[in-house]
């Protein structure tokens, strides 16, 4: 214990002591920096990572079916009996019936896209959050009579709609001999929803049974919707309930759509801890050059300290300690700040967005138009440790040289 005081106490006056080279020092104060800025930018891009995993689990995936069972060639008579199968699979933890409409929204001489779902607002709000994205009153408009239509905000605004006007639906009749003239069905419009990103231009709701009526499908429906216990388990989930099942069906699952987002938010988390490694690594070497000049300046004073007796373990200890404190304080103002800026990110940015009137994230590329931020404790912790471990292996080998010097030399 006592020979462990010793080393720190030598340490921390090796750190806190004047150097004859004042290059030195400046040496350590850039070191201190580099490591700060290296927790901190990869404390924000975890964060910013974070924040785009919760929006694509809690935003696209509250709206984007997370898997579904397709008819292919018939409409699905008695949806009742395959839902009952359907949540019989332990992974399945509720199901809902739909019917897809695909076409072209005509208004005036506009034209847009869209995807119109036929949903029951009382059985797809087990399998769903879209209600969160709209007023209340737009929801439960897809259970009233007529021909309503729910629409992302994005597109209401391309084609000129607000609430109440009339909208006609062009749907695509193909037949063995060619194309017929399309359907036409003219809709009104009921309700805006808001998510932000592509889905506000491509996706609409309308009633079940509107949808089924255009498709000609009578009492049957589309398609099953399947709410899962574990997202992760949708492949072998959705396969499990449509290989049981009688009628030619699609299984379709979230990673088919929008799997390629969830891989690329975890190989650009993997790739931010190797740059974290590599800044800090740059930043050591920093610690190294510092250390390696501090062991020269202090030669004289390594020599008295090891003719009095100190072990060479203990000088190459005190040495590390002051490595050691160079690379902790950097972290830990790293840690700092990343976190305090982390906490505000989204702000911020939205803010820097306003003042120089640019856009980072545009919703027609990505699923969401804003920069998302949840700032999560173990990777703050996380990265501080790894960064911390980098400083501490960058100065054994300076260490090393000062435990190696012969005390004799020195001073001659």
Not at 91 to 115: C, D, I, N, R, Y
Not at 324 to 345: E, H, V, Y
Request: charged share 20%.
């Amino acid at each position: 214990m006592k020979n462990l005081a010793l080393i720190w106490q030598l340490g921390w006056r090796f750190l806190r002591t004047r150097h004859s080279n004042r290059f030195i020092s400046v040496i350590s104060l850039s070191s201190i920096i580099g490591v700060a800025l290296g927790v901190t930018v990869l404390i924000l891009v975890l964060s910013a990572m974070n924040g785009f995993e919760r929006e694509l689990k809690e935003r696209l995936l509250a709206v984007v079916p997370q898997a579904e069972l397709i008819a292919v060639d018939s409409p699905i008579l008695d949806w009742q009996t395959m839902a009952a199968d359907a949540l019989s699979e332990p992974g399945v933890e509720a199901a809902a019936p739909f019917t897809l409409v695909e076409g072209l929204l005509q208004k005036g001489e506009k034209l847009k896209g869209v995807s119109v779902r036929g949903v029951d607002p009382q059985l797809e709000r087990r399998v769903s959050d879209a209600r969160r994205y709209m007023p209340a009153a737009a929801w439960q408009s897809l259970a009233g009579e007529g021909a309503p239509l729910v629409l992302g905000k994005a597109l209401a605004s391309e084609l000129e709609l607000k609430l109440g006007d009339r909208v006609t639906l062009l749907v695509p009749r193909p037949t063995s001999q060619g194309q017929r003239p399309p359907k036409r069905v003219v809709f009104t419009l009921t309700g805006l929803f808001d998510l932000g990103g592509e889905i506000d231009r491509t996706m609409a709701f309308t009633s079940l049974g509107k949808a089924s009526q255009i498709r000609d499908f009578g009492q049957g429906v589309g398609g099953l919707r399947l709410k899962l216990v574990d997202l992760f388990d949708a492949p072998g989930v959705i396969r499990a309930v449509g290989y049981r099942q009688t009628h030619y069906l699609y299984l379709n699952d979230w990673t088919r759509t929008q799997g390629h987002l969830y891989a690329d938010i975890q190989l650009i988390r993997s790739l931010m801890y190797l740059v974290l490694v590599l800044m800090v690594a740059v930043a050591s070497f920093n610690i190294i050059c510092s250390l390696v000049m501090a062991v020269r300046d202090k030669q004289a004073e390594i020599a008295i300290l090891r003719t009095m007796g100190l072990e060479r373990r203990a000088v190459m200890g005190a040495f590390l300690v002051q490595g050691a404190l160079t690379g902790l304080t950097g972290c830990l103002l790293g840690a700092a700040l990343g976190s305090a800026l982390g906490w505000r990110l989204s702000d911020l940015v939205r803010a820097l967005e306003q003042s120089l009137g640019v856009t980072l994230l545009s919703g027609e590329v990505y699923f969401i138009d804003f920069l998302p931020s949840q700032l999560i404790w173990s990777d703050v912790v996380t990265v501080t440790l790894l960064a911390f471990l980098v400083t501490v292996l960058a100065s054994l080998y300076p260490a090393w040289q000062a435990a190696r010097q012969e005390p004799a030399q020195a001073l001659r």
